[in-house]
């Protein structure tokens, strides 16, 4: 599982890794020339990933700072990064609270400082920026909806409602 590119017009797709572990693509650089992949390729064990870039002229890629991170999503300026350091325990436990809380930091590019976005004991994944804000899903009140972070004023606003907690 490398990754690899194609034309929205179709074609011969493009590979532009090649690495016997899984290189699982995340998303794309906004500026649209880097595609955001992660993998354990330098690992000492399978269970931990790192974030990644390649270029879409296949240059070598490029590790991303951050220790360790499965999910992430670029600002549109691209000086922040938000990520989950470990993959998302709550696929397999509903309602899931022990020690490997899926947690969203959001990383400084420039000087790699980061501040977490509070979890109140709860999952939160899945970050995407748009306008400023990072939409993530987050557990907080025992049934997954959908909620945005405010980096600037650290607020937070839930945007969906669900309550079925079946």
Known sequence: RDVYIISVNGGTPTR???????????????????????????????????????????????VLPMPTAVLG?????????????LGDPFTTWKHYRGGLL????????RDEEYVEIPGSNSNNSNPIWLDGKVYFLSDRDWTMNLFSYNPG???IEKITNYSNMM
């Open 153 to 155: 004023t650290g607020e």
């Open 16 to 62: 532009l890794t090649y690495h016997p572990t899984a290189d699982n693509v995340q998303g794309w650089t906004p500026d649209g020339r880097n595609v955001l992949f992660n993998s354990n390729r330098f690992s000492f064990t399978r269970r931990y990933s790192q974030l990644y870039t390649v270029s879409v002229d296949g240059q070598f890629p490029t």
């Open 102 to 109: 899926s947690r969203i930091f959001v990383f400084d590019l």
């Open 73 to 85: 999503s670029f600002s549109s300026d691209m000086r922040y990064i938000a990520y989950t350091p």
